[in-house]
């Protein structure tokens, strides 16, 4: 047994869609400082080929999840979660100032959460 499979399994989930987001936010928006002088053409074969590191994460994070959570939970979770590492992201790697509408956004998130788990 791996140290990840000791966890409770909302833990693991939690993790393995932590990490693929890094990838994700990475592949999406990493090439716009990184490869800001490249064809967009080399822009998409770099960040497909780390997409495919976050879709070896996401994958069996949704198939761990899915034993616990629905589908919709899941989902809510990924996006509370896909925010989380896109504001760190676009602060301290892309430069970008601290805005008012993330701490919005989140409050928003968080009311999704609260409504997507309060039925569980």
């Known amino acids: 047994m791996t140290a990840l499979q000791s966890l409770p399994i909302p ?5 393995l869609l932590v990490a693929s987001n890094v990838f994700m936010t990475f592949a999406w928006y990493g090439h716009l400082k990184s490869l800001s002088n490249s064809p967009w053409y080399i822009a998409a074969l770099v960040s497909w080929g780390i ?3 976050e879709y070896l994460l996401q994958v069996p994070a949704n198939r ?3 034993t616990q959570f629905d589908v919709g939970q899941l989902k809510i979770l990924q996006e509370v979660i896909t ?3 896109f504001v760190p992201f676009a602060v301290f790697y ?10 919005w956004a989140g409050l928003c ?3 999704a959460v609260y409504f997507i788990f309060r039925g569980a």
């Open 64 to 66: 761990i999840g899915h």
């Open 109 to 111: 998130m968080v009311g």
């Open 94 to 103: 892309m430069g970008q100032p601290l805005k008012w509408d993330y701490l």
């Open 83 to 85: 925010l989380s590492v």
């Open 51 to 53: 997409a495919l590191f």
């Open 11 to 15: 833990l693991q989930t939690v993790l």
